[in-house]
């Protein structure tokens, strides 16, 4: 089994990114995910050379995850349609630029019930489509997330767990991302989830909640059954980055802490 772990830079959210960079590997990070969103990425092309080139003198490896609040891939509105597309392929190419992983894309909320989710699926598969050329470009993956709850989410766990295999068979630059938090709220049956996955799963972004908000807590701290996750994720031999994305604001000894819990309840 690979052992990587990953801390999101969700937790520094609007901060500096070099400092954060910094201060989570300070804190045990081997890997760290950009979160590209806030004025902090509001940067023209050259400013993202002059960034990358910056990043990669760090003693770290990267994920990317492009920005996600106020974009939707397969919103009802095309302006929006397309201005995700565009901050996806801009969030790829510069994952190229620091030889990232993977781009994690969030496939797209229905927010409505009115709304048709078997169009947003539709609208999901040519999106990604041309954003795995991009990928392919750039050397990096995508890591297609389960997104939305409270209804908003365009899948059921069915049709997310066949969703790559239907649409996207032969293309090995797309893959999974399982976030556990979003499947416990939409009542998701986690570890056959992961099971069902685990031949495409490329990263698990790994939080708690109590159960009816994002609340993106510390391992242990919401209501989420740890111990069948744990348990299926060394029975099935999952080999994948394992992402602890922690909300804004929670002191960043808590990822040192649940780094060491999943090295104790995976690796032993």
């Not at 995850?65 to 901050?87: G, Y």
């Not at 890591?143 to 766990?157: C, H, K, L, R």
């Amino acid at each position: 089994m690979t052992f990587e772990i990953c801390y999101s830079e969700n937790t520094r959210l609007t901060k500096d990114v070099k400092e954060n960079v910094l201060h989570l590997i300070e804190h045990g990070a081997e890997t760290v995910e950009l979160f590209i969103d806030g004025s902090k990425w509001e940067l023209t092309e050259s400013q993202f050379e002059e960034m990358a080139a910056m990043l990669k003198e760090l003693p770290v490896q990267y994920t990317v995850h492009p920005p996600a609040f106020d974009i939707n891939l397969t919103s009802e509105n095309k302006a929006v349609r397309e201005t995700a597309f565009s901050e996806y392929k801009k969030s790829i190419q510069f994952a190229g630029m620091i030889d990232a992983s993977h781009v994690v894309i969030h496939p797209g909320f229905c927010f409505s019930s009115v709304f048709d989710k078997q169009v947003a699926q539709e609208r999901a598969i040519v999106y990604i489509k041309q954003l795995s050329a991009i990928a392919k470009e750039n050397h990096v993956k995508l890591a297609i997330e389960n997104v939305g709850y409270n209804g908003s989410s365009i899948f059921t766990q069915e049709e997310f767990t066949v969703f790559l295999d239907k649409n996207f068979e032969h293309d090995e630059s797309v893959g999974y991302l399982i976030d556990v938090g979003h499947a416990l709220l939409n009542q998701w049956d986690i570890p056959k989830l992961i099971a069902d996955t685990k031949h495409r799963l490329l990263a698990l972004h790994l939080h708690d909640n109590n159960g009816t908000s994002d609340d993106h807590l510390p391992i242990y701290e919401g209501k989420m059954e740890w111990e069948a996750i744990f348990n299926t994720i060394r029975e099935e031999e999952i080999n994948c980055e394992f992402i602890l994305e922690y909300d804004q604001n929670i002191p960043l000894e808590k990822l040192r802490e649940g780094k060491e819990i999943i090295r104790r309840e995976i690796f032993g």
